[in-house]
């Protein structure tokens, strides 16, 4: 009888271990390859394209973008953490795409940077993304980033939505990556 209650709690624990891998949810979000910082409003904007990869539902959605850099040429130096203000930082049902927009202001860890300033401090973009599943009823989250050398600076993304015969919205995830080169407001294509 013990070897009998030992094999079904065996077998259990198996199905649950199984089963608690497989079926786990996980999100498949598409990020642009590239961020661009492209005229937004009456000054710029660092920005980058996100799709839902699948068909599921993501509602509650989050969003977190930080840029870390090395503020000293030392090359021992730290690296600094700036958390940058979005112009939306949740969306509360997420079914197509979403371009994620940082202001370049004043108070803006990006004003008056340049290209260069970017490489010589080896910045890095990092996004963190968490959402609600409705399929599975759990958090779903991931991150992801852009180097320096990954960002774009005077250009912008070209739509991605295309008409539908019924009416509907929808998007061309061939163009998600797809940007093109314009002028910066205020004579200042070459800074950020």
């Known amino acids: 009888s013990v070897e009998s209650m030992a ?3 065996f077998f259990a624990l198996a199905t649950g271990l199984l089963y608690g891998r497989f ?3 996980n999100v498949k979000m598409i990020f642009s390859k590239q961020a661009v ?3 937004y409003r009456d000054k710029t ?3 980058f394209r996100i799709i839902n990869g699948r068909d599921n539902q993501l ?4 969003i977190l973008v930080a840029l870390s850099r090395k503020e000293s040429p030392d090359p021992n130096a730290p690296r600094k953490f700036h958390e940058l203000p979005l112009e939306r ?3 509360n049902f997420f079914p197509l795409a979403w371009t994620v927009v940082h202001p370049i202001d004043e108070n803006s ?3 008056g940077v340049t290209q260069q300033d970017l490489e010589e401090s080896d910045a890095e973009f990092l996004i963190l993304f968490k959402a609600f599943d409705d399929t599975f009823s759990q958090s779903v989250h991931t991150r992801s980033s852009y180097m320096y050398n990954e960002v774009v600076v005077g250009a912008k993304f070209v739509s991605i939505y295309v ?3 019924d009416g509907a919205s929808a998007v061309d995830m061939e163009k998600l990556h797809d940007f093109e080169r314009v002028s910066l407001p205020d004579d200042r294509a070459h800074r950020l």
Do not use: H, K, N, Q
């Open 109 to 111: 860890p990006l004003y």
């Open 37 to 39: 910082v492209a005229p």
């Open 7 to 9: 094999g079904l709690m």
């Open 59 to 62: 509602i509650d959605v989050e």
């Open 163 to 165: 008409p539908s015969t």
């Open 89 to 91: 930082t949740t969306v």
């Open 23 to 25: 079926a786990r949810p």
């Open 45 to 47: 904007g660092f920005m």
